[in-house]
């Protein structure tokens, strides 16, 4: 009995614990909406349905946008103001200062339409329409001769049956299929993208990256980071290439912004466009992923980052040009180690073991038959054995070379127009790059097999002794680098310039790589389909979420602190006096403005200090960040955050250490969003930037 008694037990565990998402998990599709409504409700929506996602006609989702390339942005504006985060902004930023006028470490705040700065290159991109056309690509692809099993996961197929369906496009509008659940299930999404952007506002670094590197994915947080753009359209409100005679769009929806502020265990809900995750990973790759992708980021990143970290400390002109690419590589390095943490402290070979074997045992419990999934996981399996070396390899070349060196992309400068030649320019030095080549490569030899490294770097190092000496030979003899002053040179036609054959050598060892793994991945993207359909079949497609892949989700929770460890508690909010607590006048991380301390001091927070609230000894506190408990990952980055009636109560910007490996099991006493509280935005705006023609054209509810 009492044997009968746990084997019931074990199998209660395996099917209803595993992989039906648990509470506040899940990245989900605007199209599962009314699935998770009444739960939604439960937990404190106020709005209705259709206020959230309205196929045929407006709704919050026509306020929520693609900033640029990777992050997500919101409309706060009858007058297209845009608002994302301070680092998402960042590059832009960048190239709009100069050592004059420094909008990075000064901020900006334009006082009239006219002080608005072009942001050449930036995109906005609005998601029109969604529409689930599994069924035609479907049948598009059984319908192609030449189709295979790979068909079905190939982004150009997908983007030429997209063109095909929506036929002629207007200017400024694009078609996209995505495969979603493995390609299980296919959407195409109709955008509309415009290029008129303009700079509007930021704080300085200083609060926008209060805390840097230190704090960066740590709770609790007191970043004010965000910053302002505008979107600029024709007369009409479509989009149009940059001109004086645009206008402001007047968009279809804005969000309207409480400023009554949050309460431990309010229902908080963000949409966005979350990157990449991987939840249907098996063990083998969870344990691929942290010896192979994280540790050799973790390895390399953290020699590059050390070496510019002290060229930048040393020179301001430096400190501009390799901010932002240090911010950059920061942020993946420390989301590795968290992702590492996560893995080691948190079970998460556990809990894809846990899912794949609940797969096969509710085949056995069904009387299904298993052996089609058995035969994808075991292909999955051999896959992943395969490809650890390859893997290897390549991550090393990319993390060393192709990602952590820049003086190769020179071999192409000849093609170039005079605008990405300058603004390499303006962001490269050729001395900095020569230490961190040296330092890298060196590195890269001694961890890559010579019989496995490009031939050039093989030679090379073989004929001048070292790694370091060899770096130096490329540096002086290529005629190559001279282009970077001159638009032309003269060049015997016998001369091998020694940059061009790394570049050559070193791309041709990369395409050898890819496409050994792209012959395993043959094997293993159809039977990860596979799979993946038999956890649909087992758990229902609406109760499960599609990894992410930069695609208009919404996921929700509560407003919500967290224990990372025993004796530590974090509470939900973070104030201003955390800012002033932190303060380090001899750290760059943590250096606080004189008029920030002045508006502490003065508690100058809004007209009648109507951003702050009052303690229980009647003293203001002005709310700085808090946490909740939605699921998000990278491009997440500048959603919104709102309460349950639909008004914005703070933007995403970050996730804590503890719960990084979120990306592939969701760690409900863990994972938590880090979101900047729109009240300090909005404080920030009044106050520091002294700029209330923003306040105004904004919707203010309390």
């Not at 753009?229 to 206008?247: C, K, L, V």
């Not at 605008?419 to 060196?442: G, N, P």
């Amino acid at each position: 009995m009492k044997k009968n008694f746990l084997l019931l037990l074990t199998l209660c565990f395996t099917f209803s614990s595993v992989q039906t998402a648990q509470a506040d998990e899940g990245m989900w599709l605007l199209t599962q909406l009314a699935k998770k409504y009444q739960e939604m409700k439960k937990r404190g929506l106020k709005l209705k349905e259709y206020d959230l996602y309205n196929p045929n006609g407006t709704s919050l989702k026509d306020a929520v946008v693609i900033f640029d390339q990777g992050c997500t942005g919101e409309i706060i504006s009858k007058e297209g103001l845009v608002l994302t985060n301070h680092h998402c902004g960042y590059d832009a930023i960048q190239a709009l200062s100069s050592l004059e006028h420094n909008y990075l470490e000064d901020g900006y705040w334009a006082k009239t339409y006219q002080d608005e700065l072009p942001a050449k290159g930036v995109k906005v991109t609005f998601i029109d329409k969604i529409e689930d056309v599994t069924d035609y690509v479907l049948s598009s692809i059984k319908a192609m001769p030449e189709a295979n099993e790979l068909s079905y996961f190939s982004p150009e197929l997908l983007n030429k049956l997209a063109k095909k369906k929506a036929g002629q496009l207007a200017k400024g509008i694009e078609v996209e299929i995505k495969a979603f659940y493995n390609a299980n299930q296919y959407l195409m999404f109709t955008k509309k993208v415009y290029s008129d952007i303009r700079f509007v506002a930021a704080p300085p670094s200083s609060i926008g990256k209060f805390g840097a590197d230190t704090d960066n994915w740590a709770y609790p947080r007191h970043s004010g980071d965000f910053s302002i753009f505008r979107i600029y359209a024709d007369a009409d409100g479509n989009p149009a290439d940059y001109s004086e005679h645009n206008q402001p769009l007047k968009p279809k929806r804005w969000f309207n912004i409480s400023t009554k502020g949050i309460e431990k265990n309010d229902f908080a809900m963000i949409m966005g466009f979350p990157g990449r995750t991987y939840h249907y990973f098996l063990p083998d790759e969870v344990k691929a992923w942290k010896e192979i992708d994280n540790d050799i980021r973790i390895q390399v990143r953290d020699v590059r980052q050390k070496l510019m970290l002290k060229e930048m400390l040393a020179d301001a002109k430096t400190n501009i040009q390799y901010s932002a690419k240090y911010a950059y590589s920061q942020n993946g390095y420390k989301r590795a180690i968290g992702a590492n943490w996560g893995i080691k402290n948190r079970d998460l070979l556990g809990h894809k073991q846990q899912q794949m074997q609940g797969l096969l045992d509710w085949c056995k419990q069904k009387k299904i038959n298993a052996e089609p999934y058995a035969k994808s996981i075991a292909d999955i399996k051999t896959s992943v054995q395969k490809e650890r070396d390859l893997k290897r390899q390549l991550s090393y070349l990319y993390e060393s070379i192709i990602f952590g060196m820049e003086f190769w992309q020179i071999a192409d400068i000849q093609r170039w127009g005079e605008e990405k030649k300058a603004s390499f320019t303006e962001s490269y030095d050729l001395e900095v790059d020569k230490k961190i080549a040296k330092a890298l490569l060196t590195l890269y030899c001694k961890e890559v097999a010579k019989e496995q490294q490009p031939q050039a770097i093989r030679e090379g190092v073989a004929e001048f002794g070292s790694a370091e000496a060899y770096v130096e030979h490329i540096f002086k003899q290529s005629r190559q680098l001279e282009l970077l002053k001159a638009s032309s040179i003269a060049v015997d036609e016998d001369y091998k310039d020694p940059l061009l054959l790394f570049r050559q050598s070193v791309f041709a060892k990369y395409r050898e790589l890819l496409d050994a793994l792209d012959t395993i991945d043959k094997t293993k993207l159809p039977a990860r389909r596979n799979y993946v359909a038999g956890l649909i079949k087992q758990h229902g497609r609406d109760n499960l979420w599609s990894d992410a892949n930069f695609t208009l989700r919404f996921t929700f929770g509560n407003i919500k602190g967290y224990s990372p460890r025993d004796g530590i508690a974090y509470e939900h909010q973070t104030y201003l006096k955390g800012v002033m607590e932190k303060e380090d006048p001899t750290s760059w991380e943590f250096k606080v403005a004189d008029k920030l301390k002045e508006i502490y001091k003065k508690k100058a927070y809004g007209k009648n200090n109507r951003f702050a609230v009052k303690d229980k000894n009647g003293e203001w506190l002005m709310p700085v960040d808090f946490a909740a408990t939605t699921h998000t990952t990278g491009g997440n980055s500048g959603s919104p955050v709102f309460n349950g009636r639909g008004e914005l109560i703070g933007i995403n910007f970050d996730r804590n250490w503890e719960g990084v490996a979120g990306d592939i099991q969701y760690l409900p006493q863990y994972q938590r969003s880090i979101i900047c509280d729109i009240r300090y935005i909005l404080m920030l705006i009044e106050e520091y930037g002294e700029c209330p023609r923003l306040i105004k054209e904004m919707t203010l509810v309390n």
